[in-house]
């Protein structure tokens, strides 16, 4: 079974803060997703990478950065935290031949006071 | 805008109950899948519909496709207390084919 884990499942950071979200799969998936959840506007991709090193912004890559040093780890970076960046941060990852079936890790709930 | 919408927001129903939601989009699609989430965890994939095929089955569940209503439903049949979670659609817009669009998702409370 693929396994995603993320590194925190709830996180407390104060605004300004620069805060970490990590997130490692364990099947050699190319393909690595960040997206935020919010009531009422479902999943919005924030970035994505298809290759260590390499990134594409999605939906709302704003007040956000992510680093992929290595295949298995992908991790989403706030470089100053808001109180807006309060959210479900969901991690997924896919096969690059089958990107569109994507397995989720559990989510870190994040809170920005 | 949302790509995919789902319908109703909430669903509230018995144990052996059907349960169907429905789920709408606005660009032609690769392809549409239905993911369930409980309650603060991650999405679990339930299965995938390709833009040429128009109804498919898994277990108790019975997807269906309409691309000419850009529409597709999700059946849950003899519905248990443990299907209780929220259902998102989530399509693969053509061409570009590199990123999901998920919709808001649809509320489901199977009552034992």
């Known amino acids: 079974d693929v396994k995603v884990t993320q590194s925190s499942r709830y996180l407390v950071k104060r605004t300004g803060e620069k805060v970490f979200l990590e997130c490692v799969q364990d099947?050699?998936?190319?393909?690595m997703f960040w997206y935020r959840q919010d009531p009422g506007l479902g999943l919005r991709l924030i970035y994505f990478?298809?290759?260590?090193?390499?990134?594409e912004k999605g939906d709302i890559p704003e007040g956000y950065s992510v680093s992929r040093e290595k295949k298995e780890r992908f991790s989403l970076i706030l470089e100053s935290a808001s109180t807006n960046q309060t959210s479900m941060y969901l991690c997924?990852?896919?096969?690059?031949?089958?990107?569109?079936?994507?397995?989720f890790g559990p989510g870190t709930r994040l809170t920005v006071l | 805008s949302q790509q995919g919408e789902e319908d109703p927001q909430a669903l509230s129903i018995q144990e052996g109950e059907n349960a169907t939601m429905n789920c709408s989009y606005k660009t032609s699609i690769n392809n549409l899948q239905w993911y369930r989430q409980n309650s603060g965890r991650g999405l679990v994939h339930l299965i995938l519909i390709r833009s040429n095929e128009r109804e498919k089955h898994s277990g108790r569940l019975r997807v269906t496709l309409d691309t000419s209503k850009k529409s597709s439903s999700l059946l849950i049949t003899a519905s248990r207390a443990a299907d209780t979670a929220s259902y998102f659609c989530a399509t693969d817009p053509y061409p570009y084919g590199n990123k999901l669009v998920f919709g808001a998702g649809t509320i489901l409370r199977v009552k034992s």
């Open positions: 990478s298809y290759d260590v090193k390499m990134k």
């Open positions: 099947m050699d998936h190319e393909n």
């Open positions: 997924a990852s896919a096969k690059i031949e089958n990107r569109v079936e994507q397995f």
